[in-house]
């Protein structure tokens, strides 16, 4: 937003959240106005709000705390979050741990820094070498390295390698297996292409990581290379960094490709807390672990990996398959032969989550939110930004408890340490506090904060409108508010003028395709736990762009000013969203989820099933009806209960259980068929996609499986969790 001398009055509009206010109450508004000096100031009015009876003093609120976060600030905490590498578990990462207590403490947070002993490894030897055909070289990887960066030659960066891979020699002919999918591999199969004891070469993008490692292996591969090919993230795109923000030729994506769709976590104690003082006898050996890969997997920039594919034969690849090098992708095998020689430094190591917390007048009500700390190298844009967006959301709390102000539910912030190696730090936290977190009202998590200018979220449906209204609420640097340039850019996207999509806000098929979309919770960041494990309802939010620089050592300062936020602005939008979330759910009177588009959108998802069952099974398919039927009354008795959220109940905390403890009724105690740990009936990641959310995971999975029976009784499972939801939600009268 661009700031004018003399006064500059935006209205703000608060439509209705549809099922709460009646039709025509859009019109609240908050005046924004920018003095002399440039500083923001807000009025309130006394349209209601979702979830309050006076909604006047929360609006008083909201306006005090908007107008506290500030870019300038944002700008400081970055700049000395990334002025090292922080790798979890480094003393450069405690001292960002330090960091973040401090501003906790500061503004006026119950602030500890806890410990966990973690198992996670650091590279000790990464060498690639090309062996064949003769005349051909290549030994990588290769230092990262553009011309002008200040921050690319420390000597603290680590070289580039993937966490949760073992150590392992390799020699073998390549085959070129393009992202590394089980359609992939099955398109290689029927092009007479075996794998069996080859060295795989696959490039990021599509899925998870660790699930092209789970495949290859699962189809008798000896290793894999993962490479950035520069269609996806690189010259293809736009102009590499440093003259645009795209993929140089040297930059290297590292990651986790530890089996998180299996678990997260610390590999050897799934389900239970990591804590220092643990047992041995109570972890699992890593080499029991169903997280850890069994064959050596690492990353390569395309410039180390051009040489390899270049001097493959075999048939030509798919057309699809085909990348932005300048020559025709081959499929092999060789004649390209290359040695892999992995050895990783594992250890039980420290990390440190930070935990701050709000008492409030129901101390045993918890909202929590969380962005992660550690980075692979700086993370300017990942997590960073997220931090400082979070720190900056912490300093508008601070002023709010220096006014008096005090949440009705506790609020419990967390900065999350090695996110990056597994989701660990918060897994950790999270199987730490499972009792407590029974009553929690929500999580809130943010990871990239901002890569760009375009707004994104994922969320369960009964919060998704919940975040439409808060992104009504705050103003846009592009004019107007977070909602409608959202809108707008939706709108482009559907014209095919905006290509790139954030795969943590892929929208799936819903009962909200007429307004902005909000996506569904896969994984790949922090509220895997508290959705996926313990039940509950969460939200994911970002602010994206285009960003080729992921996980590499260009992702720092640098790169983040010049491309990523210039003037801090959408770190200040952040803070604010980010911010009101945590506000209004800890102060609601009566918590403003939605069931009735819960019970929407799961017959949408039954219907995607039922149709894909039909073409696996035929005339077989099995009867979708006792799921389909739950998922209805659950829409019934959505629609029945907000009606009564609607009248605010003079004593609502009845309401509010029964509102809380229906999220934990759709968890499915023995877990997933094979992957125990993820207990949603609704929402978990893929077993071949990672990232993505597999909806009604049970009975999607049987299907892909082509198993029949148990596709029959996964629907039961599921007819049986939307019934316990449902007679929760009834029980309230």
Known sequence: MRLLSGTLVFLLLMGSNEAFNQPGKNQSKVQLTVDQAGKEQYQADNEPITGFRDAAAERKVEVKFMAVPDPKLAEEHLRILTQAPHIAGSPEDKATA?????????????????????????????????????????????REHVDGDRYQDDPRVVTAYNGMSPSGDAEADVVYANYGSPDDFDKLKQMNVDVRGKIVVVR?????????????????????????????????????????????????????????FQFPGDPTTPGVASISALP?????????????????????????????????????????????????????????????????????RTIWDVIGRVPGSSADEWVVAGNHRD???????????????????????????KSGWKPKRTIVIGSWDAEEEGLIGSTEWGEDHAQELGNAAAYFNMDVGVSGKKFGASGVPTLKEFVREIAKAVPSPQGATVYDAWKKATALSAEGNHPQETASFRELPNARQNDVPVGDLGSGSDYSVFLQHLGVPSTDISSNGDYGVYHSTFDDFAWFKKFGDPDFRYEQEMARIYGLEIVRMSSADVLPYDYENYGKEILVYLESARSKSKDRFGDKSPDFAAAVEGARRLQEAGAKILQKQRKMPGQPDRI???????????????????????????????????????????????????????????????????????????QYR
């Open 280 to 348: 041995d006898s109570k972890r699992l050996s890593p080499a029991e672990s169903e997280q850890m890969p069994k064959i050596p997997v690492t990353p390569l920039s395309y410039a180390d990996a051009s040489p390899i594919l270049e001097h493959l034969a075999g048939p030509p690849s798919p057309r699809e398959w085909q990348g932005a090098l300048p020559f025709t992708y081959h499929v092999g095998p060789g004649p390209a032969k290359v040695r892999m020689h992995l050895k990783q430094d594992y250890q039980f």
């Open 204 to 260: 990021y993008g599509q899925n998870f990581r660790g699930v092209k490692a789970f495949v290859a292996q699962e189809r008798g591969a000896a290793a894999v290379i993962i490479y950035s090919d520069p269609k996806d993230d690189g010259y293809y795109r736009g102009d590499a960094y440093p003259k645009g923000p795209w993929r140089p030729a040297s930059g290297v994506q590292r990651g986790s490709v530890g089996f998180m």
């Open 656 to 730: 509010n259980v029964k509102l809380r403890d229906a999220e934990r009724a759709l968890l499915i105690p023995e877990g997933l068929p094979n992957r125990p740990w993820f207990h949603h009936a609704i929402y978990a990641p893929g077993q071949y996609t990672g990232y993505a959310a597999v909806v009604v995971p049970g009975v999607n999975e049987a299907i892909d499986r082509n198993d029949l029976r148990r596709t029959e009784q996964q629907i039961a499972t599921l007819a049986a969790a939307l019934n316990r939801a449902v007679q929760v939600l009834e």
């Open 98 to 142: 330090d960091y973040v207590a401090q501003k906790f403490r500061d503004a006026g947070l119950d602030t500890e820094i806890v410990e966990y002993k973690v198992w996670f490894n650091y590279p000790a030897e990464i060498r690639v070498d090309m062996t064949a055909p003769p005349g051909v070289e290549m030994h990588g990887p290769r």
């Open 375 to 401: 980075a692979w190298v700086y993370g300017a844009v990942d997590p960073n930004s997220g931090t400082a967006a979070m720190l900056e959301s912490v300093h508008g709390l601070g002023e709010l408890l």
